[in-house]
């Protein structure tokens, strides 16, 4: 249970971040708000790294964490992206199942996972529901083609960032993670040129920063729950992120659920009890 709860505290600090990062690529340029995220984020990072024991860390756990940084630095570049362009409502759920669906097939054909029977049926159960969870009562049909193609973009790099990042050995404590967010930054920074004309200034340099480290924990919150957990669960829990725009909706703006995104809710939270009873 403590590698569900980690993954699932994972995905709420995702869902959180992506939301308030995406409000802020609509007042900033996208780039910007991804590199700044970054670095706040790296900060963040070597602070918890700090206070983790790592008994053995490599230059392969060091690498493995690099590869799942540039992986993120492509996946909130590509996201940001797509909700500037005000659609985040299809941007953030295909992002998520694109990115489950990578680590699983991995985990299983070349880590050697096998998940349970049970296990199975809430993986299966997964990817339906974060797409229903996507629908709202009134589409937008005029820029969906724009945010499936950011959407999927965005899924190849979370797909790497959680795969990669799994790899890392345990007794690396948090090293992996904050080697990520180098790689992300470095990763994102050309993107930016000329920076003079890209950075924000004032409050939104500061949030920015501050909702990277948001998004560095819940990568921390995911390391931790794959020493618990299978991959594969793992994955597929911390892939549930698209809740929680959702559920903001229904409580902060008081807005009504779709017949469909209450099928995906009840759907990801039956996914979330098969995961947790699986043996």
Not at 268 to 275: E, G, S
């Amino acid at each position: 249970m403590t590698g569900i709860s980690l993954a699932l505290a994972s995905a709420l600090l995702y869902g959180v971040a992506d939301v308030w990062g995406g409000l802020l690529s609509r007042r900033a340029d996208f780039r910007a708000v991804a590199l700044l995220g970054q670095a706040g984020g790296l900060v963040c990072a070597v602070v918890a790294a700090l206070f983790v024991p790592a008994t053995g860390l490599h230059a392969a756990d060091l690498g493995w964490g690099a590869a799942s940084g540039v992986g993120t630095g492509l996946a909130m570049v590509f996201l940001y992206r797509g909700i500037a362009q005000g659609n985040l409502s299809v941007v953030v759920p295909v992002s998520a199942v694109g990115g489950v669906a990578l680590p699983v097939v991995a985990g299983v054909v070349f880590l050697g996972d096998r998940p349970s029977a049970t296990a199975w049926a809430g993986i299966a159960v997964v990817l339906p529901a974060l797409w229903l969870v996507s629908r709202s009562r009134s589409d937008e049909h005029g820029r969906v083609r724009a945010a499936i193609l950011n959407g999927l973009v965005a899924s190849c790099g979370i797909g790497i960032q959680y795969l990669a990042l799994a790899q890392a050995g345990d007794e690396a404590g948090l090293w992996p993670v904050a080697a990520g967010r180098v790689a992300a930054v470095l990763a994102i920074a050309p993107m930016t040129w000329p920076v003079e004309r890209r950075l924000p200034s004032g409050a939104i340099w500061f949030w920015s920063a501050l909702n990277g480290g948001l998004a560095a924990a819940a990568l921390v919150f995911y390391l931790l729950a794959t020493r618990e957990q299978l991959v594969v669960i793992a994955v597929v829990l911390s892939s549930l992120y698209p809740v929680v725009p959702v559920l903001l909706g229904v409580t902060a703006l008081r807005e009504r659920l779709s017949a469909a995104q209450s099928a995906g809710l009840a759907g990801a939270a039956a996914a979330v009890v098969l995961l947790a009873l699986a043996p």
